[in-house]
């Protein structure tokens, strides 16, 4: 695998968050505000973490990915795009009913989407399966996943949580996308989830805490949870709903609501200007 | 995998995805009920070789009772696209269904019960083909089309109809989807009259399958032994087997009276 530097990747998350605005514009439907939290730890885990390879999608040693909150599509298919799993133009169909972009990830129509999910609470229980798996037939690959803030309500969460630690799955890091809304406010005023790292630590995991906006935090956090043994890691990732397009930000609105044209071309100029920023820089 | 059957279901279908088979066994009443979704969205839609093995099912659970005693898991399994859903007679068909669902790539939902159930079925010359049904024993003036551990009941019905005169087809279907369209047909343009028998809710299981096949290919009168749309209770096996209408005698009164719905008196 080839290192990539900070500077490329925030490139790459730039663009990512490019086509979550124009897959979900001409969807006129899904859900950009989760995607723009998540877009920075997906795309430090496909261009800088992950072992996997674009041309052979199903290679059985590759790194497994789960995202857990399957509603956040626009960007795993934006990475996915990005990385030469299928073609960006694509990207474009996403949600039409000609396309093999579903709504939520689907393993059997889309190349490079490892689990189908979309059912909160089920796609880290998957991603524990596949760890085990990997224990059971002596495989080096890592399983990696994203979870909602908000699926911590889901009582399935916790139940995986105790297996992977019951199953010491230290071949498994968990990504908590934790951008303090859900679709009907702040976690804490619906349904508080907190104190989230006390109860992962309780449940036994190794438990980190990461800036998931910053690049560099989010690859040390990654390199601590390779070097940790015995236990599955969480990296509790702070992040912004919305990140990167100023309106959407911390929004609750923003979570499953599509952009107009005025509101998309607005979002591309502000995405543009950090692209233009990057490439002075 | 503990108490935790949700996430049983999702972990096998993860384990799945990776190349395993991955058998996932619990209770019918909490794998079909409980984790329905689990079993929907992570395995059959992404149509995963996970084999469901749902133990304890039917009334026939006995003393534990309603809470636990699957009546609807067949309804409910059956609805799954990419589902097979296999309810075996006795121990050698479980015996060769366990391995044809190994054999099978996908989803497998496997019915199995409790209670020790006679054996019907010698193991040397049994042959279990998926999908289809087996006819154990010939008669053109009814055929009773069965399932689990009322297939024995339906020879023991069929044993005493003979007694009568009458003379009974018996079908055991340990296949219920894909459900032996063509079996089921012969047997209705033959007899002209079906009897289901079912340790589970009349409605959904096998009866409405049959009935499905019935209606769309060759409808002829039809009645459903089987649990009359009511929760079970705490019993002994056979005493609930009694009553709730689920015996030998049950499926012969079932008989005579599709006989005479097939003669036009009903």
Redesign the interface.
Known sequence: MKKMDTKALKKYAVRVRKHIIDEVYNASSGHPGGSLSCTDILTVLYFAEMRVDPKQPLW?DRD?F?LSKGHCSPALYGVLAEKGFFPKEDLLTFRKADSYLEGHP???NVPGV???T??L???I??????????K??NKDYRVYAILGDGELQE??VW??S??AA?YKLDNLAVFLDYNGLQIDGKITDVLSPEPVADKFKAFGWNVLKTDGHDIEKILEALKQAKDCKGKPTIIIAKTIKGKGVSYMENQAGWHGSAPNKEQRDQAMAELDKVLAELEVE | ??I?E??M????????????I?FASTFAVFAAGRAF??IR??IC???LNVKVCATHAGLSVGEDGASHQAIEDIAVMRVLPNMTVISPADAVETKFAVKAAIEHEGPVYLRLGRLSVPVIYNESSYKFELGKGIELAEGNDAAIIATGLMVNAALEAKALLQQEGINARVIDIHTIKPIDVDMIVKAARETGAIVTAEEHNIIGGLGSAVAEVLSENYPVPLVRVGVQDKFGKSGKPDKLLEMYGLTASDIVKSTKAVLKKKAGKL
């Open positions: 059985e497994r789960v689907s393993m059997r490892d689990m189908s979309g059912s609470g089920q796609g229980s998957a991603a524990v399966g596949m760890a085990m798996a990997g059971l037939d009582g399935e139940e995986a105790m297996a019951h | 995998m503990g935790a949700g996430n279901m999702a972990v096998a279908a993860g384990m799945a995805s990776c190349g395993k991955a979704e689990q969205n992570s839609y992404p149509n």
